[in-house]
């Protein structure tokens, strides 16, 4: 079992309490129009930072059974591009990674490797779970976190993802788990975080990695969002739309040093 890393810090560990926080941030509105996305990028902040926005996205698209989620990876340990095959014991319930899908990507990618160690501490994945759960009562997840890559090791990760998602029967969907701009000034951070949402929307993503490494962005998901949009592209995608975008200082009233936070989905 791969157990909460940081439930109680950044979202309730109380199932009672974490089913009522998230319905708090789901859209009051029920009429919601929802889309069939191929991917979806999502903050990973404490939820009283980002859980709104977090909600709003996931709200908007169709949440299948089996989602691959990508995630930075923020301690610096386990293999480049680490994939976790153990059960999630989650606060709300265990989820189960889809071993199928698990076995594709290894078939088709000899850097993705098992390594567990990646995912003990790291919350960028665990953090999304929860939504998921509370949206799709069956739910499957194949957790993939990444270390800094090149654009060719990307784009060869992208094509196995791709080649996953074409050859599979099941309607699958990529969550790229992302922050932007880390302790900037809100002005700087949003100048930043918008040249690099524009890369986003325009479906560049060669444009996205170049621009975030050009201008010191300090978004701590690129690769992540890289491989999405490349994975997507190969789909079929045509299009990235910015559900929204707002940083820390909202909540904290600290807008010298703020973390930027968007919800954007891919279809």
């Known amino acids: 079992?791969?157990?909460?890393?940081?439930?109680?810090?950044?979202?309730?560990?109380?199932?009672?309490?974490?089913?009522?926080?998230?319905?708090?941030l789901f859209p009051a509105?029920?009429?919601?129009?929802?889309t069939k996305a191929l991917a979806l990028v999502a903050p990973h902040a404490g939820?009283?930072?980002?859980?709104?926005?977090?909600?709003?996205?996931?709200?908007?698209?169709?949440?299948?059974?089996?989602?691959?989620?990508?995630?930075?990876?923020?301690?610096?340990?386990?293999?480049?591009?680490?994939l976790s095959i153990q059960t999630w014991d989650m606060p709300l319930g265990c989820v189960p990674v889809d071993t199928v899908i698990a076995e594709q990507l290894l078939k088709y990618s000899?850097?993705?490797k098992i390594d567990e160690t990646a995912h003990k501490f790291e919350h960028s994945l665990e953090v999304q779970v929860p939504f998921l759960q509370m949206l799709q009562k069956n739910l499957h997840i194949v957790p993939l976190v990444?270390?800094?890559?090149?654009?060719?090791?990307?784009e060869e990760v992208a094509e196995a993802l791709a080649r996953?998602?074409?050859?599979?029967?099941?309607?699958?969907?990529?969550?790229?788990s992302s922050d932007m701009s880390h302790y900037e000034p809100r002005r700087i951070a949003e100048q930043k975080d918008k040249s690099a949402l524009q890369?986003?929307?325009?479906?560049?993503?060669?444009?996205?990695?170049?621009?975030?490494?050009d201008n010191r962005i300090s978004m701590c998901g690129f690769i992540p969002v890289t491989i999405a949009l490349l994975a997507a592209k190969t789909c079929g995608a045509t299009q990235a739309k910015?559900?929204?975008?707002?940083d820390s200082g909202y909540v904290s009233g600290d807008t010298g040093q703020v973390v930027g936070y968007a919800g954007v989905l891919i279809s």
């Open 110 to 112: 000899p850097h993705i």
């Open 164 to 176: 996953t998602i074409n050859g599979s029967d099941k309607d699958l969907l990529i969550i790229a």
């Open 1 to 24: 079992m791969r157990l909460p890393a940081v439930a109680d810090r950044f979202y309730p560990g109380s199932p009672k309490a974490l089913s009522q926080i998230i319905t708090k």
């Open 47 to 82: 939820y009283v930072y980002s859980g709104a926005l977090a909600a709003e996205t996931f709200y908007a698209a169709e949440i299948p059974e089996t989602v691959i989620i990508l995630g930075p990876n923020h301690h610096g340990q386990g293999a480049p591009v680490s």
């Open 146 to 154: 990444l270390s800094q890559l090149s654009y060719t090791l990307c």
């Open 242 to 246: 910015l559900i929204g975008y707002t």
């Open 199 to 213: 890369c986003i929307e325009q479906m560049d993503p060669h444009g996205l990695y170049c621009t975030v490494l």
């Open 29 to 34: 509105t029920q009429t919601v129009a929802k």
